[in-house]
């Protein structure tokens, strides 16, 4: 366990973020290369205005969040029970972590640069609940998602909103928004509010996610 619990905060990948998005940023064009060796386009779109490069560069640290609490989360009881469940859920977070990622390349959005901060404090506060308990990760997992679906939905209320409204964005975070939704009831039925001080580890766990939200949007 804690050779998994090294593998999982020694994660390198928002460093090869910032590599892969200052090249597409310099380059004009860019991409990456296949497994055979081929390159591979990832194609420019025009600046976005304010709104979407806000929610996009947000959006994109919310679900590397998510991935890295999933980790943690896998990295304890990952072997247990809940293992198929919480794999489940990871595997969801980390399409979506994918999808933005691809729409900061093609945007040319800023990634936040406090990507490398809530790489290893979402790995730390998904293995601590994890350590607590089956019960505690599903509370965790479920003040997550609370704040994740509401932040969407927001977001979705300001998109259709918009004197423009870009309908990729608009239906790439409904499907996102609909799937934070089950992993919320997820937890739920599996038992997190029976977790020990369930109210006030949610609320503590709300307020930090609702904090990374409101720095990540502007830096």
Not at 165 to 170: A, Q
């Amino acid at each position: 366990m804690n050779g998994m619990l090294r593998r999982g905060l020694s994660r390198p990948e928002p460093r090869l973020l910032s590599m892969r998005y200052l090249s597409s940023a310099t380059g004009g064009g860019s991409a990456g290369r296949t497994e055979g060796g081929s390159s591979e386009t990832t194609p420019l779109r025009p600046r976005p205005n304010a709104l979407t490069d806000e929610i996009i560069r947000v959006d994109h640290a919310g679900e590397l969040g998510a991935d890295r609490i999933y980790a943690g989360q896998m990295a304890i009881l990952g072997n247990g029970p809940l293992g198929k469940t919480i794999g489940h859920m990871w595997e969801q977070e980390k399409e979506h972590r994918k999808q933005f990622e691809q729409l900061i390349q093609q945007h040319r959005v800023r990634p936040t640069i406090m990507t490398p901060i809530w790489n290893v404090a979402g790995f730390v506060l998904g293995a601590g609940t994890a350590l607590m308990g089956e019960k505690a990760a599903m509370a965790c997992t479920v003040a997550v998602e609370t704040v994740i679906v509401e932040h969407y939905n927001d977001q979705l209320r300001q998109i259709m909103e918009a004197p423009n409204p870009d309908k990729e964005l608009l239906a790439t975070i409904t499907k996102f928004r609909d799937e934070e939704q089950e992993h919320h009831d997820t937890g739920i039925d599996h038992g997190a509010e029976q977790a020990p001080f369930y109210q006030a580890m949610t609320e503590v766990i709300k307020f930090g996610c609702k904090t990374a939200i409101a720095i990540s949007k502007k830096i």
